[in-house]
Protein backbone atom coordinates (compact mmCIF):
# COMPACT_ATOMS: atom_id res chain seq x y z
CA UNK A 1 0.00 0.00 0.00
CA UNK A 2 0.81 3.29 -0.60
CA UNK A 3 -0.19 6.93 1.04
CA UNK A 4 0.26 10.53 -0.10
CA UNK A 5 -0.20 13.15 1.46
CA UNK A 6 -0.86 16.93 -0.09
CA UNK A 7 0.01 19.89 1.70
CA UNK A 8 1.03 23.49 0.54
CA UNK A 9 -3.18 24.56 -0.61
CA UNK A 10 -4.39 28.35 0.87
CA UNK A 11 -6.63 30.68 -0.05
CA UNK A 12 -4.08 33.83 -2.72
CA UNK A 13 -4.99 36.50 -4.81
CA UNK A 14 -4.78 36.37 -8.80
CA UNK A 15 -1.57 36.46 -10.09
CA UNK A 16 0.47 34.98 -6.87
CA UNK A 17 2.43 31.28 -6.26
CA UNK A 18 1.97 28.32 -4.56
CA UNK A 19 3.64 25.29 -4.20
CA UNK A 20 1.75 22.17 -3.46
CA UNK A 21 3.75 18.66 -1.73
CA UNK A 22 2.81 15.49 -2.27
CA UNK A 23 4.45 12.99 0.38
CA UNK A 24 4.76 9.29 -0.38
CA UNK A 25 5.37 6.35 2.04
CA UNK A 26 4.37 2.84 2.48
CA UNK A 27 5.86 1.10 -0.69
CA UNK A 28 8.81 3.10 -2.79
CA UNK A 29 7.64 5.13 -5.74
CA UNK A 30 10.44 5.91 -7.18
CA UNK A 31 9.59 3.42 -10.11
CA UNK A 32 6.41 5.01 -11.24
CA UNK A 33 4.47 8.01 -13.04
CA UNK A 34 3.00 10.49 -10.62
CA UNK A 35 0.64 13.47 -11.34
CA UNK A 36 -1.33 16.26 -9.75
CA UNK A 37 -5.49 16.45 -10.59
CA UNK A 38 -7.62 18.88 -9.52
CA UNK A 39 -11.50 18.87 -9.33
CA UNK A 40 -14.69 21.59 -8.64
CA UNK A 41 -17.90 20.73 -7.26
CA UNK A 42 -20.02 19.00 -9.71
CA UNK A 43 -17.28 18.33 -12.16
CA UNK A 44 -14.57 15.30 -13.04
CA UNK A 45 -11.15 15.32 -11.55
CA UNK A 46 -8.82 16.76 -14.57
CA UNK A 47 -5.83 15.93 -15.13
CA UNK A 48 -3.29 18.81 -14.54
CA UNK A 49 0.23 17.54 -14.51
CA UNK A 50 2.75 14.61 -14.45
CA UNK A 51 6.03 12.88 -14.13
CA UNK A 52 7.64 10.07 -15.36
CA UNK A 53 9.60 7.67 -13.05
CA UNK A 54 12.89 9.26 -12.90
CA UNK A 55 11.24 12.92 -13.93
CA UNK A 56 13.27 12.77 -17.31
CA UNK A 57 9.69 13.41 -18.89
CA UNK A 58 6.98 15.56 -18.02
CA UNK A 59 3.07 16.59 -19.28
CA UNK A 60 0.60 19.26 -18.30
CA UNK A 61 -2.45 20.18 -19.25
CA UNK A 62 -2.80 23.42 -21.78
CA UNK A 63 -4.66 25.42 -18.78
CA UNK A 64 -1.95 25.47 -16.98
CA UNK A 65 0.96 25.23 -19.54
CA UNK A 66 3.59 27.62 -18.76
CA UNK A 67 2.23 28.63 -15.46
CA UNK A 68 2.67 25.11 -13.19
CA UNK A 69 5.83 23.24 -12.95
CA UNK A 70 5.93 19.61 -11.70
CA UNK A 71 8.77 17.92 -9.86
CA UNK A 72 9.93 15.00 -8.18
CA UNK A 73 12.60 14.04 -5.45
CA UNK A 74 12.54 10.45 -5.38
CA UNK A 75 14.82 10.38 -2.70
CA UNK A 76 12.76 11.80 -0.28
CA UNK A 77 9.96 10.26 -2.13
CA UNK A 78 7.98 13.44 -2.85
CA UNK A 79 6.37 15.23 -5.60
CA UNK A 80 5.58 19.14 -5.74
CA UNK A 81 3.73 21.62 -8.24
CA UNK A 82 4.90 24.82 -8.70
CA UNK A 83 2.28 27.19 -9.10
CA UNK A 84 2.51 30.75 -10.55
CA UNK A 85 0.46 33.26 -12.09
CA UNK A 86 -2.48 31.70 -10.27
CA UNK A 87 -5.91 32.48 -11.76
CA UNK A 88 -9.59 32.34 -10.25
CA UNK A 89 -10.32 29.46 -11.81
CA UNK A 90 -7.42 27.19 -11.08
CA UNK A 91 -9.79 27.05 -7.44
CA UNK A 92 -10.10 23.52 -6.82
CA UNK A 93 -9.22 20.52 -4.66
CA UNK A 94 -5.84 19.35 -5.67
CA UNK A 95 -4.94 15.42 -5.35
CA UNK A 96 -1.58 13.73 -6.01
CA UNK A 97 -2.06 10.32 -7.52
CA UNK A 98 0.39 7.52 -8.08
CA UNK A 99 0.02 5.11 -11.46
CA UNK A 100 1.59 1.76 -10.62
CA UNK A 101 1.21 0.63 -14.28
CA UNK A 102 3.07 3.77 -15.68
CA UNK A 103 6.91 4.20 -15.77
CA UNK A 104 7.63 6.05 -18.80
CA UNK A 105 3.89 7.44 -19.92
CA UNK A 106 2.37 10.47 -18.74
CA UNK A 107 -1.70 8.97 -18.49
CA UNK A 108 -4.15 11.95 -18.42
CA UNK A 109 -7.34 9.68 -17.54
CA UNK A 110 -7.87 9.34 -13.41
CA UNK A 111 -8.70 5.95 -13.19
CA UNK A 112 -5.07 4.89 -14.92
CA UNK A 113 -3.66 5.96 -11.46
CA UNK A 114 -4.61 3.72 -8.61
CA UNK A 115 -3.69 5.74 -5.38
CA UNK A 116 -4.57 9.02 -4.47
CA UNK A 117 -4.15 11.60 -1.48
CA UNK A 118 -7.09 13.41 0.39
CA UNK A 119 -6.50 16.36 -1.63
CA UNK A 120 -5.66 20.01 -0.72
CA UNK A 121 -7.80 23.09 -1.41
CA UNK A 122 -6.12 25.85 -3.49
CA UNK A 123 -8.59 28.77 -3.56
CA UNK A 124 -7.27 31.73 -5.53
CA UNK A 125 -9.79 35.11 -5.21
CA UNK A 126 -9.80 37.88 -7.74
Known amino acids: QVQLVESGGGLVQAGDSLRLSCAASGRPVHSYTMGWFRQTPGKEREFVAG????????NSADAVKGRFTISRDNAKSMVYLEMNSLKPEDTAVYYC???????????????????WGQGTQVTVSS
Open 97 to 115: ALSWKWQVAIPIIANEYEY
Open 51 to 58: ITWNGGRT
